[in-house]
Nanobody, 112 residues
Framework: QLQAFGGGLVQGGGSLRLSCAAS????????MGWYRQAPGKQRELVAT???????RYVDSMKGRFTISRDNARATVFLQMNSLQPEDTAVYYC????????WGQGTLVTVSS
């Protein structure tokens, strides 16, 4: 129901764009988000976006990451710029359903 794409290996300072394709039944519910889980750490919020396009970011990612969505394609994106090694994590797409819906995750590895 949620499929994330776009992870990979990138050099520090580089960029990646993640995509998450959702089924329409999930996507139309409303808020979508990206979370990440670094090795040995808990999963943490990256950013969320409402159906109307209102965005919210974790402070440490403001200015570097941009979340967006294409309602016609039921897809949410995460543009990540100026990536640093500490951004290395599995990135998960999330939908604010009850219970929450999660994609399978896509690995982002940033080399120094």
């Amino acid at each position: 129901q949620l499929q994330a794409f776009g992870g990979g290996l990138v050099q520090g300072g580089g960029s990646l764009r993640l995509s998450c394709a959702a089924s329409e039944s999930i996507f139309n519910i409303g808020t979508m988000g990206w979370y990440r889980q670094a090795p040995g750490k808990q999963r943490e919020l990256v950013a969320t976006i409402t159906r109307a396009g209102i965005t919210r970011y974790v402070d440490s990612m403001k200015g570097r990451f941009t979340i967006s969505r294409d309602n016609a394609r039921a897809t949410v994106f995460l543009q990540m710029n100026s990536l640093q090694p500490e951004d290395t994590a599995v990135y998960y797409c999330n939908a604010a359903t009850v219970p929450p819906s999660w994609g399978q995750g896509t690995l982002v590895t940033v080399s120094s």
